[in-house]
């Protein structure tokens, strides 16, 4: 099956700064969604794109199937954006979703 | 906004107790997921199903077993639960149309604490 990786796994930022998130995916995949674990343990769902760019506020996204990548662009981070960030492919054969390690991403005030 | 919920955000059980974790979704999906999450070995898939009364094995569904008598409810069933069952599980659900794997949404997660 596919390997996801994320890098980096750890980022610590001060409130204001920006950041991009980057997954690599071993092969091909139907679907690439980002989500965001937040304190209590919900996933919370940020995008869907299996490929093109993709913005909601001060989050957007890129997907490049072609080369196997998926970046997250935060910009501008609060306090509140602190958190673990998952990136999960949906590989071919089944449709299973591969998760990443994710990124534990910590914004300081 | 899609809604998919869990029967309890917090649980504790003994060794040895039958548990049953209740996952209900108001969209209408077809399929419906469950995952358990420990640290250091992320996201893992225990059953899915892509139907009513249909299921399939995840990649850890040893000590396992599910039902889905309903479209909108799936359970995940702990036979004997065991303390290297705790964890936190979550439940998703995702539309299907032609058997297309579409975006998963998630519930609130039940953390299940085995004594």
């Known amino acids: 099956g596919i390997q996801v990786e994320q890098s980096p796994p750890d980022l610590i930022l001060q409130e204001g700064a920006n950041s991009t998130l980057r997954c690599n995916f071993s092969d091909s995949v139907n679907n690439l969604q980002w989500f965001h674990q937040n304190p209590w343990g919900q996933l919370i769902n940020l995008f869907y794109?299996?490929?093109g760019t993709k913005q909601n506020g001060r989050l957007s996204a890129t997907t490049v199937a072609t080369e196997r990548y998926s970046l997250l662009y935060i910009s501008s981070s609060q306090t509140t954006d602190s958190g673990v960030y998952f990136c999960a492919a949906h590989q071919h054969q089944g449709g299973k979703l591969i998760f990443g390690q994710g990124t534990e991403l910590s914004v300081k005030p | 906004d899609v809604k998919v919920t869990q029967s309890s955000r917090y649980l504790v059980k003994r060794t040895g107790e039958k548990v049953f974790l209740e996952c209900v979704q108001d969209?209408?999906?077809?399929?419906m997921f469950w995952y358990r999450q420990d640290p250091g070995l992320g996201l893992r898939l225990i059953y899915f199903?892509?139907?009513?009364?249909?299921?399939e094995k995840g990649d850890i569904p040893e000590g396992y077993s599910v039902s889905r008598e309903k479209k909108e409810r799936f359970s995940l069933i702990l036979e004997s639960a065991s303390t290297n069952q705790t964890s936190m599980y979550l439940c998703?659900?995702?539309?299907?149309?032609?058997?297309?794997?579409?975006?998963?949404?998630f519930g609130p997660g039940t953390r299940l604490t085995v004594t």
């Open positions: 969209m209408d999906h077809e399929n």
């Open positions: 794109i299996p490929s």
């Open positions: 199903s892509y139907d009513v009364k249909m299921k």
């Open positions: 998703a659900s995702s539309s299907n149309p032609g058997r297309a794997y579409h975006e998963q949404y």
